[in-house]
């Protein structure tokens, strides 16, 4: 996991509001009214008195510099997550690239036991030596078994010869995309 937060980090773009404009407004029961508003990011400050200022002479609020300020922070809180979604993605993949090596590795060594060449060789006999796909004729050493699933693998250690099918070399790499 990263070790921030969008939160975190968007406190860290969070406007100082380093210059305050006062402003006229009208409230939506039509009173006129003076807020002091950051001419950065466009936030309402606070309201104050209007004695204190021609308010027929001071600019309209500027509701467009607060959507800008928003389309900033959504951009940032955006960029941030899409950050964040690919190190977990990353992190992810990695795990996964772990497992399967494992997993891998020792079915590689299952590959290798009597156990599958018995299964293997099931298969063969009950496909009629025919690949399951282009139905060519294989030979014994010409075959491949390939595994339509994983499943009594992956649960029990070993194959079931239902799981596996006769294919010649040819179809057997295109299937993997060899």
Same mark, same amino acid.
Request: hydrophobic letters at 30%; one cysteine or more.
């Given at each position: ?5 969008? /939160? ?7 406007? @100082?509001?380093?210059? #305050? ?5 009208? *409230?939506?029961? &039509? ?6 508003? +950051?001419?950065? =990011? &466009?936030?309402? #400050?606070?309201?104050?008195? *209007? ?12 509701? @467009?510099? @607060?959507? *800008? ?6 951009? #940032? ?6 950050? /964040? ?7 992810? %993949? ?8 494992? /997993?891998?590795? *020792?079915?590689? #060594? ?5 156990? /599958? ?13 025919? +690949?399951?796909?282009?139905? =060519? %004729? ?18 029990? &250690? ?9 294919? =010649?070399?040819? =179809?057997?790499?295109?299937?993997? &995309?060899?």
């Amino acid at each position: 996991m990263p070790d921030w937060t969008i /939160w975190e980090v968007l406190s860290t773009h969070k406007c @100082q509001h380093p210059l #305050i404009k006062p402003t006229q407004a009208t *409230k939506s029961n &039509g009173v006129v009214c003076v807020y002091l508003q +950051c001419a950065n =990011c &466009g936030a309402k #400050i606070k309201e104050t008195r *209007k004695g204190d200022y021609s308010v027929a002479a001071l600019p309209l609020f500027d509701l @467009q510099l @607060q959507e *800008k300020e928003h389309e900033r922070i959504t951009a #940032i809180r955006e960029n941030l997550q899409e950050q /964040w979604n690919n190190e977990r993605d990353s992190e992810w %993949k990695s795990e996964q690239a772990q497992k399967d090596k494992g /997993w891998r590795d *020792k079915y590689n #060594i299952y590959l290798r036991t009597p156990h /599958w060449q018995q299964v293997r060789r099931r298969a063969l006999v009950r496909d009629g030596f025919i +690949c399951q796909n282009c139905f =060519c %004729k294989v030979t014994e050493s010409s075959a491949h078994g390939h595994h339509i699933s994983y499943e009594a693998y992956n649960r029990l &250690g070993f194959s079931f010869a239902f799981e596996v099918v006769s294919l =010649c070399r040819s =179809c057997h790499d295109s299937f993997h &995309g060899k």
